[in-house]
């Protein structure tokens, strides 16, 4: 059964700084993998979806890797800046059960 | 604008009572699903419905109820309300085709008094 965790639970940083979440899934079947992030209150906004035959996947200062053999994913924040504060959650599209399989999260504070 | 609507976006409501939430995707998707997001904010597949078909069906209650009258629209409802029925509930849609992501809606939250 696939699963999908996330560390560390919480960051708390000051702006500026670069920094790196991480994702481990269990089984490395899956179709892809999806970074989206949360704010309070709010719903999922998709970042980045790396296909599993992809390597990485940038966005602006978002930078996602995928080491699908080690069942392994890292988003890179590059210059965090307080707007960046938020929930980031991974998930996966699991191959088995082509079902989209999320994880714990990890909650993100930049401070001025 | 292009995206998944959910309504309502808050639901306060006794004990017992029965609702509904809708569910609409003007993406031109094939395949659309309703997500459980719980205290601890964890999120979880409670079904899934492909061109109105029922794909997946988790081990959910069935007083859950969801219903597709057409691929365009998914709603769910829950008859007798429960406590433990307080979450968030996010609908979301993608392609059949695995290489497509998932678009979620905004969520609507659900309290059970």
């Known amino acids: 059964k696939q699963e999908v965790t996330q560390i560390p639970a919480a960051l708390s940083v000051p702006e500026g700084e670069n920094l790196v979440l991480n994702c481990s899934f269990t089984?490395?079947?899956?179709?892809?993998l999806q970074w989206f992030r949360q704010d309070p209150g709010k719903g999922l906004t998709s970042l980045l979806l790396?296909?599993?035959?992809?390597r990485e996947q940038t966005s602006g200062r978002l930078n996602a890797s995928l080491d699908k053999s080690s069942g392994r994913s890292t988003l890179y924040i590059a210059a965090s800046q307080p707007g960046d504060s938020a929930t980031y959650l991974c998930?996966?599209?699991?191959?088995?059960?082509?079902?989209?399989?999320f994880g714990t999260g990890t909650r993100l504070q930049v401070f001025p | 604008d292009t995206a998944v609507s959910q309504t309502p976006k808050y639901l306060v409501t006794q004990m017992g009572n029965d609702k509904s939430i809708k569910c609409e995707q003007n993406?031109?998707?094939?395949?659309m699903y309703w997500y459980k997001q719980d205290s601890k904010k964890f999120l979880k597949i409670m079904f899934s419905?492909?061109?109105?078909?029922?794909?997946i069906n988790e081990t959910v209650p069935n007083r859950f109820s969801p219903k597709s009258p057409d691929k365009a629209h998914l709603n769910l409802h829950i008859n007798s309300l429960e406590l433990g029925d307080s979450a968030v509930y996010f609908c979301?849609?993608?392609?059949?085709?695995?290489?497509?992501?998932?678009?979620f809606g905004s969520g609507t939250r659900l309290t059970v008094v």
């Open positions: 979301a849609s993608s392609q059949e085709f695995p290489n497509y992501g998932y678009t």
């Open positions: 089984d490395s079947a899956i179709y892809n």
């Open positions: 790396i296909q599993s035959s992809q």
């Open positions: 998930a996966v599209r699991d191959r088995n059960t082509d079902k989209l399989i």
């Open positions: 993406l031109g998707h094939d395949t």
């Open positions: 419905y492909n061109n109105k078909e029922l794909i």
